[in-house]
């Protein structure tokens, strides 16, 4: 434990920020450059929060990476306005919505001012709905470069646990896992692997500690906050906020089984995630049946700061909705499924034995599907992913290799299920016989066709973003006729909730008739997000999470120059 962690409570500050993921570390970052006395609270031992456990994508249009990869015209920011505007509609006011377009890309740039992380274009990842009006196909992601973590020295230990492990100095980037879920069907898939392996020999060799995707957004914001002398107190947990007169004047906070009260004279911000963890308001507000055990959102996310602003009398929105995914839940932990979906050889069907989706869907709108099933008696929970042989042979499946048998206790626990036949599987997951054979045949012929009449699978292109080139005629497409079969089951889960706390274009909190909570601010997963109920593209959770921390703390400091 280093002396940084040995953090003293005090007893007033200008702004207390809590939680340390990408919203509030962000937050506490530009409030320090503006002059602030700042102190960010977190309520785990680590930071970077679900940041941390994220691909690490950023959706910002118009974003300077963007702009060095030659991928930003002067269409751009009209077009970005219009898929927003297209896509969101109503549910989130447009001036929100407008803000974080107009304002997304000078957050980029203060980030490369005051942190080592970098950013770079993911080449070809679609945004999510590119067909929409201003929907763009060659997508407008960026990533975060991979990073020598040293400098951090012994804070690194504080970074938050990764969602899956890997190898120290295994370099994975968003770009390099569309290439090997492909397993050899590419020569691109090996190469990645090849290249990725040697580069770990010689950081390893060079005394390097390489991190990327989440980790290393997180890494250099938190280096940015050590430049920047922000405090961080860990293991202090947000219990209540302090009301005075109808403004909230600080926080209080549990640490180390005692309970302190912080005044904060300029305003607090809350950036502490959502409350997937929280099963009590899972049940309360999100589409049932639902779980804790579904979501890859950090343990530590339950929900405190969205209660404590609805103590305060905050008005709430999106509570129904999430970061869903189609997730496979293995014994050692749930698996968010990406690539595995959209591959050829693979359906998903319901408790009837029929496909009801196109399974290539970007995530948040597979669920939707899901849960659709509720509403019509046919349940989709759990659902079941038909494959076979062949697609085990060839692709990259849950983390495991082309060819790699499945682990004895999946099949053990039955997530997954196997059989020489799809009349016998289609028992084994109780489903009906003839439905299950008659949705594989008429797959099977969509297949040799190329042409999805149900669903249309395999036309967006999105859809062919994490699907296979060297297939024809549709690369999302191919028969499931190779034994023997498997069925992997399928359910709702997460990367965190949607819904919390309402606020308006400066990240400032509002109550149900509209008014401005004085001196609270939300950005992240504990306020309403400004993608309403869909998913403009990978990073569109990271990007609205770091733009309204930053605008928040801009806010506060705007206010402290100007009181009137």
């Known amino acids: 434990m280093s002396a940084r962690d040995e953090v003293t409570l005090k007893d007033t500050v200008d702004v207390v920020v809590v939680g340390a993921g990408g919203a509030g570390m962000t937050a506490a970052l530009a409030a320090a ?91 070809e990842y679609a945004d999510y709905l590119p067909e929409a009006p201003g929907g763009r196909a060659r997508g407008r992601t960026v990533e975060a470069i991979p990073l020598n973590a040293k400098f951090l020295g012994p804070e690194l230990d504080r970074l938050h646990p990764p969602y899956g492990k890997a190898p120290a ?24 692997l090849i290249r990725a392996t040697l580069m770990r020999l010689l950081t390893l060799l060079l005394g390097k500690k390489m991190y990327a995707m989440g980790n290393a957004i997180a890494i250099g914001l938190r280096k940015g906050l050590i ?62 049946p639902t779980s804790i055990d579904w979501t890859t959102g950090a ?52 408790a009837a034995g029929k496909r009801y989706m196109n399974e290539a869907l970007p995530y948040v709108e597979a669920v939707h599907e899901i849960y659709k099933g509720e509403e019509t008696g046919i349940t989709h929970v759990p659902s079941w992913m038909i494959i076979d042989q062949r697609y085990r042979n060839r692709y990259l499946f849950a983390g495991l290799g082309p060819r790699q048998p499945f682990p004895g206790r999946w099949l053990k626990e039955g997530v997954i299920r196997k059989a020489s036949s799809i ?4 028992e084994q997951i109780d489903v009906p ?53 498997y069925a992997v089951k399928i359910v709702p889960g997460d990367l965190g909730t949607k819904g919390g706390l309402v606020t308006d274009e400066r990240a400032r909190v509002l109550r149900a008739d509209g008014s401005v909570i004085e001196g609270l601010y939300a950005a992240g997963n504990c306020s309403s997000a400004v993608m309403g109920n869909t998913y403009a593209g990978p990073g569109a959770t990271i990007g609205p999470a770091m733009t309204f921390g930053y605008l928040a703390a801009l806010d506060i400091a705007q206010t402290a120059k100007d009181p009137a």
């Open 299 to 350: 343990p530590t996310n339950q929900g405190g700061g969205i209660l404590a602003g609805i103590a305060a009398g905050a008005q709430i929105d999106l509570m129904d909705d999430s970061w869903w995914g189609p997730t496979i839940p293995l014994p050692n932990g749930p698996w968010f499924c990406l690539a595995e979906r959209n591959l050829p050889g693979s359906i998903i069907v319901n």
């Open 423 to 426: 009349a016998k599987l289609a």
């Open 227 to 288: 430049d920047a002398d922000v405090p961080v107190s860990y293991d202090t947990e947000l219990t209540d906020l302090v009301i005075e007169n109808g403004r909230v004047v600080g926080v209080k906070v549990l640490k180390d089984g005692s309970s302190t009260e912080i005044r904060a004279t300029r305003g607090v911000i809350l950036g502490s995630g959502g409350f997937e963890k929280n099963l009590e308001m899972r049940e309360k507000f999100q589409p049932q």
């Open 33 to 123: 450059r503006n002059g602030l006395d700042v102190l960010l609270v977190e309520k785990s031992s680590y930071f970077g929060g679900s940041t941390a456990r994220s691909g690490g994508g950023v959706w910002i249009p118009g974003n300077y990476a963007l702009v060095k990869a030659g991928q930003v015209d002067e269409d751009d920011a009209a077009a970005s306005r219009t898929y927003l505007d297209s896509i969101v509609g109503d549910v989130v006011p447009k001036l929100r919505r407008d803000t974080y377009l107009d304002r997304g890309p000078e957050v980029m740039e203060f980030l490369k001012e005051t942190t080592p992380v970098r950013f770079t274009w993911v080449p």
């Open 169 to 192: 100095n295994l370099i994975i980037t968003q770009a390099d896992y569309r290439k090997i879920s492909l397993g050899t069907r590419t020569i691109k898939g090996p190469l990645v």
């Open 433 to 485: 016989v003839d439905a299950l054979t008659a949705t594989v045949e008429r797959f099977n012929g969509f297949a040799v066709t190329g042409v999805d009449e149900d669903f249309g699978r395999g036309e967006s292109a999105y859809d062919q973003y994490y699907s296979d080139p060297t297939v024809k005629p549709n690369p999302s497409l191919h028969t499931i006729d190779q034994g023997p079969f």
